[in-house]
């Protein structure tokens, strides 16, 4: 159920899974295995090979079952925007983009280096999908701690990512762009948007940051949150947003 699409259909009757989204796993989460590769004309072919087998191989297999990401040669903008225009005719649904393009040594969200990928992303109504990990960073408070400790705290990295977009020009550029924070979980929503709204009631005065949406206007317009195991997130689904909320299995 790993390689084999046939038998992943199996696996979902199993499990009850209507349809789902599938990551990579090889080129990570966002594709961003091949910005290490000094030769861009071999990671641009790789990133084409790849998404050609998942919008003609994997996906086609049940294109009613399967909802198809490709991911992007991000270290070349206009790249991304050719790679989207090929692929969206072959069936794309959603582009895989990192939770933060800095710690890749790419540019943040608060410039304005994406905004080509940004608005033909909105020109096709396709979301990005940031699932947490895609930095390449994750939490890790002690040098010497157990990795249980990340693994507690990964959601951490859609935390950062929420606060990171809802105080940036993103959404202001970019009115229709949809975004999905892809694993990680639901429970702290409601704290992230109470604090932001916080922070902007009284600190956007002077700084360089919207002065006329809250944080959790954009939230509720913009963002998908997702989770896997999250009961407290789905008791207070309502502050969560219940058309913000989409449930992921592994």
């Known amino acids: 159920g790993c390689y084999d699409p046939v038998q ?28 290490e590769g000094d030769d861009r004309d071999v990671a641009l072919a790789s990133v084409k090979a790849f998404n050609d087998f998942i919008l003609d191989e994997w996906c086609a297999a049940a294109p009613d079952r399967y909802i198809p990401l490709v991911i992007l040669p991000l270290w070349d903008v206009e790249e991304c925007v ?33 905004d080509p990928l940004f608005s033909v992303a909105e020109d096709y109504d396709l979301p990005l999908s940031l699932h947490f990990g895609t930095s390449g960073v994750s939490p890790k408070p002690s040098l010497d701690g157990p990795m249980a400790i990340s693994i507690t705290l990964f959601g951490c ?35 992230i948007l109470e604090r932001a709204d916080y922070v902007w009631e009284r600190h956007r005065f002077y700084q360089n940051v919207n002065q006329d949406y809250r944080p959790s206007e954009l939230y509720f317009k913009h963002i998908y949150s997702c989770f896997i195991e999250d009961r407290h997130g789905l008791a207070n689904r309502a502050a969560v947003g219940v058309d913000n909320i989409l449930w992921e299995c592994e």
Request: with cysteine; aromatic share 12%; hydrophobic share 45%.
């Open 8 to 35: 992943r259909l199996a696996d979902m009757d199993l499990d009850g899974v209507e349809a789902a989204l599938c990551f990579p796993s090889f080129p990570r989460f966002a594709g961003t295995v091949f910005l």
């Open 82 to 114: 050719a790679e989207v225009h090929r692929t969206v005719p072959k069936g794309a649904r959603t582009l895989g983009f990192p939770e933060n393009p800095v710690p890749l040594g790419l540019p943040s969200f608060h410039t304005d280096h994406w």
């Open 157 to 191: 990295n859609s935390m950062y990512s929420l606060a990171d977009l809802l105080f940036s020009p993103v959404f202001h550029r970019h009115p229709t762009l949809k975004i999905a924070l892809s694993e990680g979980g639901i429970g702290w929503v409601p704290y």
